[in-house]
């Protein structure tokens, strides 16, 4: 098992920056890929940045150049840097994490999110 715990969002006004951390605690060596997803009202979950294991990170075309994820093993936790944020950035995010236990055994796991709100 793989528990995630986000913190860091709040209310910003468009262009301001906020960065989220996530803690990842349980079974954290079998974790390949850790990142956010977010969830806007009325919108499906999507993907914004993940980053892997071996440090190789993937960003939604929205958040390309704005936001920033990076990763601190020695904390087992994932960071992301959001700035000059928009108001369509507002939703709630998720931490998520993948943790391979398996060839066979692949896990998703999920915190339980922290609200994002950037006013106009």
Known sequence: QVQLVESGGGLVQAGGSLR???AAS?????????????????KQRELVAVISSGGSTNYA?????????????????VY????????????VYYCYARARYTDALKLDYWGQGTQVTVSS
């Open 20 to 22: 989220l951390s996530c």
């Open 26 to 42: 349980g079974s954290t060596f079998a974790i390949n890929a850790i990142g956010w997803y977010r969830q806007a009202p009325g």
């Open 61 to 77: 075309d929205a958040v390309k150049g704005r936001f920033t994820i990076s990763r601190d093993n020695a904390k087992n936790t």
């Open 80 to 91: 992301l840097q959001m700035n000059s944020l928009e108001p369509e950035d507002t939703a």
